[in-house]
């Protein structure tokens, strides 16, 4: 593709951050001048402006690679390998474990300064 091409497809870019914050702008007061009518009908109301805002957000240049980025992600997340039952367990164990075992270290390591510091105080 171009760089002709590009720049005409995200030309209108400004205008459409603009329209993006009058939206949320304006979701923001309604909020707050609705505020006596019901909580549903004011939160439908923020989540149909927040579908409005992700749509015209989507058509932005910023946007477009925001989506590529996310559609990577969890292509990625897809490929990942979970650990079965046992391997999970057997690793929460040892972490318990080490844990424990280090717990018990500081905790002797503290009375044993304490108990000096006491001697050395008086």
């Known amino acids: 593709m171009s760089a002709t091409a590009?720049?005409?497809?995200y030309k209108l870019d400004s205008l459409k951050w603009l329209v993006i914050i009058a939206l949320t702008t304006s979701a923001i007061y309604g909020n707050y001048y609705f505020a006596?009518?019901?909580?549903?009908?004011?939160?439908?109301?923020w989540l149909?402006?927040?579908?409005?805002?992700?749509?015209?957000?989507?058509?932005t240049q910023k946007g477009s690679s925001?989506?590529?980025?996310?559609?990577?992600a969890?292509?990625?997340?897809?490929?990942?390998v979970w650990?079965?039952?046992?391997?999970?367990?057997?690793t929460t164990l040892m972490v318990v474990v080490v844990v424990?075992?280090?717990?018990?270290i500081l905790w002797g390591l503290d009375?044993?300064?304490g108990w000096i510091a006491s001697i050395v105080i008086g």
């Open 100 to 104: 424990l075992i280090m717990s018990m």
């Open 48 to 59: 149909l402006v927040a579908v409005i805002v992700v749509f015209i957000g989507s058509k």
């Open 66 to 72: 925001l989506l590529t980025l996310m559609h990577g």
């Open 83 to 90: 650990p079965t039952r046992q391997e999970r367990n057997q």
């Open 6 to 9: 590009e720049e005409k497809q």
């Open 74 to 80: 969890y292509n990625e997340a897809l490929r990942v």
């Open 36 to 45: 006596a009518e019901s909580f549903l009908y004011r939160a439908i109301a």
């Open 111 to 113: 009375t044993f300064f």
